[in-house]
Structures are given as structure tokens and as C-alpha cells.
């Protein structure tokens, strides 16, 4: 299952990732400034805008001190 923190301005816009079952959501008040995907030792940087970034870091350490932060705020997030 993905796991996925979101800002509560998006609750709206999520329902319909409700009905998917390889989704799990939560809210949080913190805005991040990128959409940031985390998978085995990957870590995936996406930048919205005009022209849209993105870049993929592939290092064992950087994915899991980002797993550890995902953790730290998923403990933190509200329920949908």
C-alpha cells in the first residue's frame, strides 16, 4: 500500500483515492514545497511549476533518513 501525506486543502480532491485500495492517506498541516516519493533506495524529487523538476537520488542513506522523516510525520497526521 502507498502511503500519502497531504495537506487538509486537499481532503476534497481525495475522495476519490478513497475507493483505491493500494492507498493510504493522511492530513497534515505542514505544506512541503516538493512532492517527494520515497521506494527501496531511491528518493524521487518533483518541483511544480512553469516548468516542472525532477530528479531521482539513489543512495541507501538519503531513502532511509527520508523513510525516518516520513515516519516522524505519518505518527503525527490526522485520519481522513
Avoid: C
Wanted: glycine fraction near 2%; aromatic fraction near 16%; avoid cysteine.
Amino acid at each position: 500500500k502507498a502511503r500519502i501525506i497531504m495537506h487538509p486543502s486537499t481532503k476534497e480532491e481525495m475522495k476519490e483515492f478513497s475507493r483505491l485500495k493500494h492507498y493510504e492517506y493522511k492530513f497534515v498541516e505542514t505544506r512541503f514545497p516538493t512532492n517527494i516519493a520515497i521506494w527501496r533506495d531511491k528518493v524521487l524529487t518533483l518541483v511544480w511549476g512553469e516548468e516542472p523538476v525532477a530528479f531521482v537520488i539513489k543512495s541507501k542513506q538519503i531513502a532511509d533518513k527520508y523513510k525516518e522523516y516520513f515516519e516522524f510525520i505519518w505518527q503525527r497526521s490526522k485520519e481522513k
